[in-house]
């Protein structure tokens, strides 16, 4: 059986933030808590869908804006 894993996927509003939010402090708070050290992938985000705004947005702009 395949050992699981907590993961999760998280939005930034830029790289610094998230970088930002991961000190060294939160990792070892991370890997305390569930027993390893998070692996960070990085992922460029051209489109996103926030449905709490009803707000569609491509490379940060409402798509509105863009069409």
């Known amino acids: 059986m395949a050992k699981r894993a907590p993961a999760g ?8 933030s998230a970088e930002a939010w991961f000190t060294e402090e939160r990792v070892a708070e991370l890997t ?9 992938t990085w992922y460029d985000t051209h489109v996103t869908v926030d ?10 702009s409402s798509i509105e804006a863009v069409a």
């Open 9 to 16: 996927v998280y939005l930034w509003d830029s790289r610094a």
């Open 32 to 40: 305390k808590r569930f027993g390893a050290k998070p692996r960070l």
């Open 51 to 60: 449905n709490l705004r009803g707000e569609t947005r491509v490379n940060g």
